[in-house]
């Protein structure tokens, strides 16, 4: 009778738990840095923030003199931007699997000046990146700041058609 019992909340207890599928649309969600302690340490995150979207992610890698608040705004923002931007180019079959990485400056009034780019390979790739990524980054404008002070970016962005479309 133990035994018939033990069998019988065995099968209940498998039969309650959930299944092994996973969901094909990633989270949506902004993931900021580890806790300062662990900076100290020098076991940095790879990353100061990242802005996670349905059809893809941009990351903030550095910021120098913006402040993490107001460089995480504007990734976040960006990430909305390039979000919007790759599900129009799914809709017409222009999207691709993409990453580009950004390093930006901004300029005394607030305008963001691209000092370097580094794209994934393919015509495809470039043209994305150009309409969904560099083009917003350009369109951010920041607070003017003093002549004499150094304020930059680095980002790292990833984009590509959602998983069940492939």
Sequence with gaps: MIRRGATLACV??????????????PETHDVRAGDPAARANGKQDAYAFVARRPMGSVALSSEHGLGLEIASGAVAHLADS????ATGLARSGKLVDGAVRVSASVAPGGAVT???????????VAAN????????????????????ADRALAIDATWGPPAFAR
């Design 114 to 124: 691209v000092a370097r780019v580094t794209v994934a390979p393919g015509d495809a």
């Design 12 to 25: 209940l207890l498998a039969a309650s738990c959930g299944g092994g599928t996973r969901d094909v649309v």
């Design 82 to 85: 390039m979000d919007a931007c």
């Design 129 to 148: 990146a150009l309409l969904c990524v560099l083009a917003p980054l350009k369109m951010i404008t920041f607070a003017p700041g003093d002549a004499n």
